[in-house]
């Protein structure tokens, strides 16, 4: 398989692509249902109580547009909007993911997350065998001093040329999950899924 044409994808929000609020409100409706069903093909559970959610252009774009029209900041929060969430719009060799560990009992979920210290440094994408570690996002310290870490991480999954290829072939074997002592699962991508992530790569492989 040889690379042949790339693909370009939107990857920074500028503010100019920010709807008017006004605008926003009277779309907003179907504007979620469209994210939610964007989001349904790009998302995985790994293990009992993590979910790997992959961010793109679109996820992004809304994720802003909600935060806006909640917390009502005006021209003065865009900004800090986009500066917080353009870096997690992949940039055309790699997978960015929100990672949750979703657990509704506070008490267990204060114990697991204190067990999961550096957790966001032991994720991974596997292609036939084949590990991409993750790197986190460098905006916060996500385990505290005491070993607890954060119930949501941030986390890039970089590709080679090579391994972009790879993934994007129709029937790969790629999982996704964590080799952290204390929580040592993995899954694997439908082949949906995996075609789904395959669009946020620059290089298109060709046969």
């Not at 920010?18 to 559970?45: F, S």
Request: glycine fraction near 6%.
């Amino acid at each position: 398989m040889t690379a042949n044409t790339m693909k370009p994808r939107k990857r920074a929000i500028t503010p100019a692509e920010i709807l008017p609020m006004e605008t926003y409100a009277q779309e907003r409706k179907a504007l979620r249902a469209d994210v939610v069903a964007l989001k349904r093909r790009r998302r995985v559970e790994v293990g009992p109580v993590c979910t790997f959610h992959f961010e793109s252009y679109q996820t992004t774009w809304h994720q802003v547009h909600e935060m806006l029209f909640i917390e009502r900041g005006g021209d003065a929060q865009i900004e800090d909007e986009l500066r917080a969430f353009n870096p997690l719009i992949p940039k055309g060799d790699e997978l960015v993911a929100t990672i949750m560990f979703e657990i509704d009992d506070p008490v267990r979920r204060a114990e697991t997350l204190l067990r999961l210290g550096g957790v966001e440094h032991r994720m991974l994408v596997t292609i036939s065998g084949e590990a991409i570690r993750g790197v986190p996002e460098g905006d916060v310290e996500r385990t505290k001093t005491d070993g607890k870490t954060s119930s949501v991480h941030f986390v890039h999954f970089r590709f080679t040329p090579a391994q972009i290829a790879k993934f994007a072939r129709p029937g790969a074997a790629v999982m996704v999950g964590s080799d952290h002592p204390d929580y040592t699962h993995m899954a694997g991508l439908p082949d949906s899924v995996r075609s789904a992530l395959a669009e946020d790569f620059d290089l298109a492989p060709g046969d």
